[in-house]
């Protein structure tokens, strides 16, 4: 697996698996039916550094990095992960979430935090706190799961040194 800073030409594969795990509705609170156009201006916004994952020739993952506020806030980053539903549960969104955590080290953030993470996304809070994140706070009812109803949301925290 190769993780790199993403180019114009993996715009298509990028929409291809936002559109994907935006459709389902049940991890990210992102518009289901956002465009192509919006996706790929929000994923490549100004301020944010866009990666993808590779394996055997194909991106079957992609993530972000930014800071997660601006001002006195820009020392803490903020990123956000995909993968292909096909090849979850291969070690790629761990794979990325430590290239993000060198990344971060590199561009000087002293912390990294996750503002939405969906409580019944049990394999991204499991990965989270596996790469020592800390559920800090807890959003009652935040999010409305498509079929589990309104569910809580974390906000997940790690400090960078180390
Ligand atoms: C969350 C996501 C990025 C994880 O990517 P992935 O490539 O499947 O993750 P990995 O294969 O690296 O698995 C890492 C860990 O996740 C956990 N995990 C993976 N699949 C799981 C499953 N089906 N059930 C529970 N935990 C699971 C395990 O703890 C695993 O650790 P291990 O390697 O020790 O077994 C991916 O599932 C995804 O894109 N989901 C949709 C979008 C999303 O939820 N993004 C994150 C929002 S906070």
């Known amino acids: 697996m190769n993780i790199r800073a ?9 929409w291809k698996i936002f559109h994907e795990v935006v459709a389902a509705a049940d991890t990210y609170a992102i518009d289901p039916k956002i ?5 790929l201006a929000y994923w490549f916004g100004a301020g944010t550094r866009t990666y ?9 993952g992609t993530y972000i990095l930014r800071p997660n ?3 006195g ?6 990123a956000g992960f995909m993968v292909v539903p096909e090849a979850r549960g291969q070690g790629m969104g761990r794979a990325m979430g430590e290239h993000s955590l060198n990344e971060a080290r590199r561009l000087g953030f002293r912390a990294m935090q996750f503002n939405f993470v969906v409580s019944t ?3 991204a809070v499991r990965l989270w706190q596996e790469l020592n994140f800390e559920i800090v706070g807890t959003l009652p009812g935040a ?8 569910v809580d949301v974390y906000v997940m925290y790690r400090f960078l040194s180390g």
């Open 6 to 14: 993403a180019a114009a030409a993996d715009r298509d594969a990028i």
């Open 35 to 39: 465009s192509r156009e919006e996706a």
């Open 52 to 60: 993808v994952a590779e394996s055997q020739g194909r991106i079957v």
């Open 69 to 71: 506020q601006s001002g």
């Open 73 to 78: 806030g820009s020392h803490v980053a903020n």
């Open 121 to 123: 996304n049990q394999s």
């Open 143 to 150: 999010f409305r799961h498509p079929e589990k109803g309104y």
